[in-house]
Each structure stands twice: as structure tokens, then as C-alpha cells.
């Protein structure tokens, strides 16, 4: 059976998708807005269906075979541009993009790309910093080829590859009564106002460290940034149970912080690398893959 599609036509949907209007899709590629109203009213005739729906003055938006046939075509033009890429004198090269996961990415992000940028300083990588929701949504649409995130039931269907386990532990003021114990209970910490990082998923980890102990805080601050946590801690404003420990023991303005192991056996937070269940990943994406377990394991992460 004949294939009716061009590359160009994949292309010029995917940068429409992405900039939501014809308009901006050609602004961005260097061409007339006519060639890519052409070029997807011949995918669409190709598919049968609509990829979009059209609004006066108001750009495009993806119909819902659209959004499912997107994520394909972006994975497609990504094994493309690996097959054409190839290698060069023996090196890897091409395109890869990454999405971390935000309260991660501070604490990994930037020596993780650096160790693959020595490795292979030909493939271009891009980086986005991101929730969690949008992390799976974007991995889910073929926006990013793999995320670095932490391993939660509640993420949605992906591929997880293993990377390392963060243990939790408690974060204290330094003058705070239980800063020169060995350990803390998660029964003494909610006895006191605790500071929850406010973020999807992340929250209903940790709460559910308080659960399994029967002990739930009853005073809770809520906190969207990791920095901000550490800042009312060090305040002396509560206390709080971390995974992501960043070097050095002192809040963004400077006060100290106490770390503490927990008394109670609780679940790890896994790390791991997602990607897509149903594509295959490119070559970039499998050398990215073992660079990040070799930075994992360098780094003491079990």
C-alpha cells in the first residue's frame, strides 16, 4: 500500500500543534503560512479525520484524533532524525528532549548534562523543568523522549527505568529541641506545625509517611518551591521531611539546617527515567539512559 505522507507535511503539523496558530507554525519554519494550511488539509485528507479545529482569528486547536496522532508523529520524526543523524567519525549525534522533574532538577539537572555533554558532546539536548502532571503529559504527547522524576503509582502508564532510591529524613531549625537526636520520629514532627512541599503527588507522598505512623500533623504550611520549604524551616516556623537534600545545610537566606535520619522505616522515593510505553528510544535517548545510571551510582544513590 502507497504512503501518502511526507515528512514535510509531519513536520509542518507538529509545528502547528506546537504554536497553535498556521501563522506562528510558518513564522517559525521559514515558510508561507498557504504551505502549511496545504500541507495538513493533504494529511488530514491522508488520515480521513481532522487534526484540528479552527478558530476565527483565534489560531488552531487539536481535535482529539489530533492529540492522539501527535505524540506518534512526534516519536516518528524522532527515530528519523536519529536514522539520518546517524553517527559522525564514530560519534553519536542528533536531538534529544528531557523533561526533569522541578524539585530534582536543581540537585541533578545540570551535572547530569554535563556528564552526557562529555560523552557526547554532538547530540543537542533540551531541558525542561516541570510538575509532575505536566512531565506525564508532555512524555504522554511526545513533547519530551524521556523524564527524570520520581517513581509514584499516580503518574500514569510510561516505561520507568531505575535510577537510584532518596531516603527521607527530617529537617529541622538548628536550634529546634530535636536537633542533637540521632534520629526523629515522624510522631514527634506532628506533634508541631509541619512545611509540606504543596506540589502533586509530592505532597501525598509525604503525608502518607505520616499515615502509616498514625500521627497526622494538624497545622500544616504549604510550600510550592523545595527552597522555600527549607527557609521557613530554618525560620523556626515547623519542621519538615524531605528526599532532595541539597549541598550544603542552609536555607536560601543563609540560616542553618539540621538533617536528620527518621526512627520509623518508611517507603524510599525511587528516581527513575521515564519513557514512552508503546515507542522505542532513539539512540540519544538509550546513551542518556546509561550516562544517568552511571551519574546515579557515582553519586551513592541504592
Not at 164 to 171: F, I, Q, S
Not at 237 to 264: A, I, K, M
Request: glycine letters at 6%; one cysteine or more; a neutral charge.
Amino acid at each position: 500500500m502507497a504512503i501518502n505522507v511526507s515528512w514535510r507535511q509531519l513536520t509542518y503539523f507538529v509545528a502547528t500543534a506546537e504554536a497553535g496558530s498556521t501563522l506562528r507554525a510558518a513564522e517559525a519554519l521559514h515558510v508561507s503560512q498557504p504551505a502549511i494550511s496545504v500541507a495538513i488539509g493533504q494529511l488530514e485528507q491522508s488520515f480521513g479525520q481532522k487534526l484540528f479545529v479552527r478558530r476565527h482569528a483565534q489560531g488552531v486547536d487539536l481535535t482529539p484524533f489530533g492529540r492522539s496522532k501527535l505524540a506518534e508523529v512526534r516519536h516518528l520524526l524522532a527515530h528519523a532524525h536519529a536514522v539520518m543523524d546517524s553517527t559522525k567519525d564514530g560519534r553519536l549525534t542528533g536531538e534529544l528532549e528531557i523533561g526533569v522533574f522541578s524539585t530534582l532538577a536543581p540537585a541533578y539537572a545540570p551535572g547530569l548534562l554535563r556528564a552526557f555533554s562529555a560523552a557526547h558532546p554532538d547530540v543537542r539536548v533540551r531541558l525542561r523543568e516541570e510538575p509532575l502532571d505536566q512531565l506525564h503529559r508532555d512524555l504522554a504527547d511526545g513533547v519530551v523522549e524521556l523524564a527524570l522524576l520520581y517513581d509514584l503509582d499516580t503518574i500514569g502508564e510510561m516505561a520507568r527505568t531505575p535510577l537510584g532510591a532518596l531516603t527521607p529524613y527530617a529537617l529541622l531549625a538548628k536550634d529546634h529541641p530535636l536537633a542533637d537526636a540521632a534520629q526523629v520520629s515522624l510522631r514527634d514532627l506532628a506533634l508541631e506545625p509541619f512545611v509540606l512541599i504543596d506540589l502533586p503527588h509530592s505532597r501525598d507522598y509525604f503525608l502518607s509517611l505520616f499515615r502509616m505512623t498514625g500521627a497526622m500533623p494538624e497545622q500544616l504550611l504549604r510550600c510550592t518551591s523545595l527552597e522555600t520549604v527549607r527557609g521557613m524551616v530554618a525560620h523556626g516556623l515547623g519542621n519538615s521531611v524531605l528526599v532532595t537534600r541539597p549541598f550544603g545545610d542552609h536555607s536560601h537566606d543563609g540560616l542553618p539546617l539540621v538533617c536528620r535520619p527518621l526512627v520509623e522505616s518508611v517507603p524510599p522515593q525511587r528516581v527513575i527515567i521515564g519513557s514512552s510505553a508503546y515507542a522505542p528510544m532513539t539512540r540519544a535517548a538509550e546513551a542518556f539512559v546509561t550516562v544517568a545510571k552511571d551519574y546515579f551510582r557515582g553519586r551513592g544513590a541504592t
